[in-house]
DNA sequence: TCAAAAGTGTTATCCTTACACCCATGT
DNA sequence: ACATGGGTGTAAGGATAACACTTTTGA
């Protein structure tokens, strides 16, 4: 008798508020949100992704895309009792709001805390990182040896590559391999940040790393902002995605030059300093590239 | 009775040979091959993928990654019996050689063939597209009218633009939607390019846009030439892949500059002209980035 | 008056693009 | 000799990155 197979829907649902990047999650279960798709009523993968989100938290989705399918037979080992489980996963974007149901927003950052560099490289980079994936290096014989400090270099930057930012996949599956993280084979020593079931963290990283890259030809930022905004309203919510400071000059020039943004006319009100004028997206500017490729204002080394 | 289920594998298998990006597809029925997903024998996606092709056509796929997943009901009318087929697409190279099976290997340009610019902008762009286009664009009211153009102009280029051979995907999309291919829903007129059944010439347009995309920053054309090859080959190679001719001396410094190649001391024997000397690809190089981002020789306008 | 943020101007540097030219071989 | 492809040098122009400075508001 041949196996089932069951299709889930996971999503990895994106809202930016205070600055922080937050992702939806079901709490103590450390899960991402996901609903069966079911053949009979959803007409489309995304059609069948919209239903379950509405039904389960009311949340009014934007943007929606597909990251990736996985079918391993070992990911879920719950179901090892014959049924057989495929997962497409989603990215979809939100101006958050409070969820119904069981999940919550958690900062994404909770989860990849080496990936925020704002407030310049985070200690645990030097302490616990480069320490361990240098250890990790040396232990390999010579062959091996050359391509694992390649794979470092690429992942945790060096004088001349520096940090690359979307490399959010590349590095996990690295700290995967040395040990760094709960979800190991082999955990060693101290793990960093917040564990997920299963591969989700994986799937958050994937995410996280489309959503960074796309921020440099998409204009997918607007997608979590209000209506009217302020130029550095913008570039925080740039800043929060990206994990890097950006240099503010160069950006509203580069924002303003592409003309992907318009002046309404009117001002923000409060807060301290001179009142912002407020912009919106021009939606009618599909815009053909660089739409925010902007210098980082602290070299990344 | 909940509707089953089932998991079809397609392959966008890619090689080049005489300096022509083919693509292997079942002649009469202009499908692309597939094969379905068998969760008892295969532990992954991916190793499904490799059984049916190794036992379909016996060829050795190289390097292989997931394209997209399709699930709409009314893709393929045929299973309107009430089951219920996704499909997900891979893409995949090969170092060309006769298949086994009812596949054949056919030049991608058959079906795109204004996608080839090598001999400079294809005839058709001026005599049968722009003029459809500019219809088409003409036909629709003033809101519409702008969507339409911009879209049109990011499509098929302009002074200021130029053709972006990425573009593949949303080139079709647009044709499509103008009547310019057989599978449109109101074709109008002379209709472009080899016809396939369904969905499978999007789904191969896809494959196209990623490998275009892929040429800059990943080093995938490697996968579909021999261990040693001249720069030159490199180049026609790259160039059959983009659909455009590059410049010669900065490709050569770019790729060599780059150290993505080494040189093996030996010379090509053949043809007229100085002998080459013959490169092999640095597989240690994972490289981080700007693979072959080369200027284009003639100004794409 | 000062802090905080809004804005603008300018320059050094590097990368991209294009053009020009010489080299080695077969016919 | 010349056609064909191999291979190198270099300069103009534009984009990027960095720095410096002025303006406008609230506390």
């Known amino acids: 008798m ?3 197979l069951a299709v889930a829907l996971d999503a990895v649902i994106v809202a930016v508020s205070d600055e922080e990047p937050r992702v939806l999650v079901r709490a103590p279960e450390g899960t991402l949100p996901a609903g069966l798709f079911d053949p009979d009523a959803d007409r489309t993968l995304e059609v069948g992704l919209r239903r379950w989100v509405t039904e389960q938290t009311q949340l ?3 943007h929606v895309e597909q990251l990736y399918t996985f079918g391993d037979r070992d990911r879920d080992p719950q179901h090892s009792d014959g049924s057989r489980m495929l997962s497409i996963a989603y990215l979809a974007f939100v101006r958050e709001s409070p969820p119904a149901g069981p999940a919550r927003w958690r900062a994404w950052y909770d989860y990849f805390p080496w990936e925020d560099w704002r407030q310049g490289r985070p200690a645990l980079v030097d302490e616990v990182i480069r320490p361990a994936v240098e250890a990790w290096v040396a232990a390999a014989g010579s062959e091996e040896r050359r391509l ?3 794979r470092a ?3 945790t930057g060096t004088r001349k590559a520096g940090w690359n930012p979307e490399l959010v996949l590349d590095r996990y599956e690295l700290f995967w391999e040395v040990g760094l993280v709960a979800e190991s084979r082999a955990p060693r020593g101290p793990v960093l940040g917040q564990a997920m079931a299963g ?3 994986r799937i958050l990283a994937t995410a996280i790393g489309r959503v960074r890259g796309a921020l440099g030809y998409r204009p997918v930022v607007f997608e979590l902002l209000p209506a009217d905004f302020t130029l550095f309203r913008l570039q925080r919510t740039v800043e929060a995605l990206a994990g890097v400071r950006l240099h503010k000059g160069n950006f509203r020039r580069l924002v303003v030059g592409a003309k992907l943004v318009e002046a309404t006319g009117r001002r923000a009100a409060e807060g301290p300093g001179r ?4 912009y919106r997206f021009r939606r009618d500017v599909v815009a053909e590239r660089n739409i925010l490729r902007v210098s980082i204002n602290s070299p990344a080394r």
């Open 153 to 155: 270099r690429r992942c």
């Open 199 to 201: 591969d989700h963290r």
């Open 60 to 62: 009014q989705l934007g």
């Open 275 to 278: 009142p912002a004028e407020l």
């Open 2 to 4: 041949p196996t089932d």
């Open 148 to 150: 694992r400090e390649r």
